[in-house]
């Protein structure tokens, strides 16, 4: 008797992730405590009080927009999807790994923020989160039963060289980090430019 592929529900795997990836947001935010501040102290204290909190501010912004980021493109790379199969699965939560990891790197940044090692550490991760989504599209895109008819093959092109030069520059910002700790961030911030250029990604047909 001849084995009919049956599909797993893609929308219980977008379920599961989106509360992952709220969790990661939430358990970012909760690194950040509000300043303790003296009843007596002047308002030049209260305001160098919080000009120290700034590197953890900003290590949870930069953080919050990476998120923001993987969550729309994977809301996006799940629209091109049809169906899922069991290693689909194993691959999404092999990303939901590394982005699980990101409030570590992102608290270590905020506290040591002018030590190449945080921005080296928070490269490392950004770049595993880029790898394991390389990795992903790459198996959906070798079996194209999983995805959505007539994919235009060039989008696949330009998506493929996307992740791949995201992939170069997190590799490159971990060294980076050694000749001066902007240069990371930098790179960081182009990372994110790039993904907010205005693109047409989720539906391109082949003709």
Not at 63 to 70: E, P
Not at 115 to 132: D, K, Q
Not at 180 to 205: C, H, K, R
Request: charge should be positive.
């Amino acid at each position: 008797m001849e084995k009919k592929h049956v599909p797993l529900q893609k929308h219980r795997l977008e379920a599961f992730s989106d509360g992952v990836i709220a969790i990661v947001i939430t358990l970012m935010i909760l690194e950040i405590k509000i300043p303790t501040i003296p009843e007596n102290a002047s308002p030049g204290e209260i305001w160098n009080t919080w000009f120290e909190a700034l590197p953890l501010l900003f290590a949870y912004m930069l953080s919050f927009v990476m998120v923001g980021v993987l969550w729309v493109n994977h809301h996006q790379f799940f629209q091109q999807v049809k169906v899922i199969d069991r290693k689909l699965l194993w691959y999404n939560l092999h990303l939901l790994f590394w982005m699980c990891i990101l409030p570590i790197p992102t608290a270590f940044l905020g506290l040591h923020f002018q030590r190449p090692e945080a921005t080296a550490l928070y490269g490392f991760n950004m770049l595993m989160t880029a790898f394991a989504f390389a990795l992903m599209r790459e198996y959906v895109h070798r079996n194209e039963y999983l995805l959505i008819d007539h994919l235009s093959k060039a989008l696949r092109k330009k998506l493929r060289r996307k992740i791949l030069a995201t992939v170069c520059l997190y590799f490159i910002s971990i060294f980076t980090g050694y000749i001066s700790i902007y240069i990371s961030l930098g790179i960081f911030l182009l990372i994110i430019v790039i993904y907010f250029m205005p693109q047409n990604t989720v539906i391109e047909i082949a003709e």
